[in-house]
């Protein structure tokens, strides 16, 4: 193509754009609308940011030094952030030596899980012999009835294997899972905001959320799920940059060695294999396999990376990108992501699926050879009657589940983290280890649920921010990350009458750090700001950022079971919902 022909095309363009409807036009009013780039892989596939070459010279280092530095700390430093995670996850993560909260249910389940192949029902006293004699625990073989799929259990029945029966065994897997998801969000901010020092912000901020810490430090299933969630937001991300790419490969060059937006092209061109979209199906897969809000993100990103994809063929040119999308895009994003997801899920099953169907198997695991004789399914294999029966019961448990609990909560109050759920609490007398308390006096010893709460105060403002970002500039970032925290967030609004409790929030945790992240890229000042602006938004941003790791310090010991007197835990309690 000429460059005369792709210079027509652009006006084209350019005129096709200005018959928006009104209400596109309007919100772009408010936007900060700049004028289009010559170049459209500069639009398809932005540079990453990098140090200023001024800095690199002050300091006396070479151009290919700097190159060279500048490469390495787009790895070294999230590293550095996960280092720091790391250590405080597993910092005396054995302690409280004790089965605390819901641990009483996923680390026997757990266990039974992984030598079994289905969960099983335990005595009453099982806690006890656990804790004191491990090695006297003998697996029951009666199926129990659980309420959640299988592939949380198998991820801590993980560390069990290695680590054996006790806390720190079945706490592995979910610290290490908790670490691995801040050099996830590390590099996915970095990503996303194209920013080594965003992305790292984005994953020191996760790394001192007091919520994502204690579900980190504890055997429960919501850890698990925020680390495949994450997992496969990732991927999307990885996806949408490798297929711009490939489209901003497949366009013209025009005399000049500029890339031009072409009609042709981006209407008809296909963006490959795409397996990286594969591979978030997977982990789409393997978190409903944990818990079944997984389903929600299913939808949110399947249709978001549908809309990325119509972005990105409407920048290169396409005259109907929703079109271009259905008849290139939707199929392969279809069978990547529900069969995928579907047939992983299948998969978590085995085990039950393999289990004897005499009686003697998992829960239910008889149930089409007994109950379910005969109706209009028999030519379906009798583990797939029986699951669906399975599953059809836990849907009918879940829809119904209204028995009171001391810390349930609505949703209403998660985002400002009014009702935190205690894992753990003691009150050891003066005298006892550790206890510094008066004589008479009591300590308190506690695990407290609760999102680091000047991090999460902040982020009520980042959502607003965020929230404004998309729908006036038109921000796709933005977008990504509100679609994210609306997956996780917003279908618990249809359940406010069922028991349901804080932590479920953890999920979501890591896209309201890179929510705070963002605003603080945007106090920082846009580039091209002077001294002064950037004087000022840098004391700002470091001053929000100190406050927050501060908060994080202050709050340690209630997120430890550290032993504190009992004025110093009152002091903690800044809410009465706390209580």
Known sequence: MTSTASSTHTRQVQATEDQRPWWQQRLRRFGNAEPPRSD?????????????????????VRKEIADRATRWLAWVGPLLVTLMAGLMRFWNLGKPNAVIFDETYYAKDAWALVHNGY??????????????????????????????????????????????????????????????????LCRIGRRLFRSTFLGCLAGALLAVDGLQFVMSRTSLLDGVLEFFVLAAFGCLLIDRDK???RLAAALPVDADGRVRPDAHTADNVSLGRRPWRWMAGIMLGLAIGTKWNGLYFLVFFGVMALLWDAG???????????????????????????????????????????????????????????DGKGGNWTFLP????????????????????????????????????????????????????????????????EVLALGTPLLWWAACFAVLYILWRWAFRRDWRAGAI????????????????????????????????LAVAMMIGAILGPPGSDERRRVVGAAGAGVLVLLIAWNFIYFWPI?????????????????DTWI
């Open 559 to 575: 997120y430890t079971g550290t032993t504190i007197t009992i004025d110093e835990w009152r002091s903690r309690m800044w809410l």
């Open 243 to 245: 297929s711009r790419a």
């Open 482 to 513: 509100a679609c994210a925290i609306a997956a996780g967030y917003l279908p618990w609004f249809m359940y406010q009458e069922r028991t349901i409790f804080y932590f479920y929030a953890v999920v979501f945790v890591p896209f309201l750090c």
């Open 119 to 184: 969960e099983a029902n335990w005595p009453k006293d099982a806690n006890n012999l656990i804790i004191h004699h491990a090695h006297q625990v003998v697996i029951p073989t009666d199926p129990a009835y659980v309420v959640h799929p299988p592939v949380g259990k198998y991820v801590i029945g993980l560390g069990e294997l290695v680590f054996g029966f006790h806390p720190f065994g079945w706490r592995f897997m979910t610290a290490l899972l908790g670490t691995l998801a801040v050099l996830m």
């Open 40 to 60: 459209v892989r500069d639009r398809l596939v932005p540079a990453y940011s990098e140090p200023s070459p001024r800095l690199w010279a002050a300091m006396g």
């Open 312 to 370: 990105a063929r409407r920048v290169a040119g396409a005259r109907r990108p929703y079109l271009a999308v259905f008849k290139h895009d939707t199929l392969i994003t279809a069978v990547a992501t529900v069969p995928v997801a579907l047939a992983v899920y299948l998969m978590s099953w085995i085990g039950w699926i393999l289990s004897p169907a005499d009686g003697t198997g998992g829960y239910y695991r008889n149930w089409a050879a007994t």
């Open 382 to 445: 009798d583990w797939l009657r029986s699951l669906w029966h399975y599953e059809h019961e836990v849907y009918l448990f879940h829809i119904g589940l209204t028995s009171p609990h001391t810390y349930q909560s609505n949703p209403w109050s998660w985002i400002v983290a009014g009702r935190p759920v205690s894992y753990y609490y003691e009150s050891p007398p003066a005298g006892s280890p550790g206890c510094s308390a008066a004589p008479g006096q009591k300590c308190a010893s």
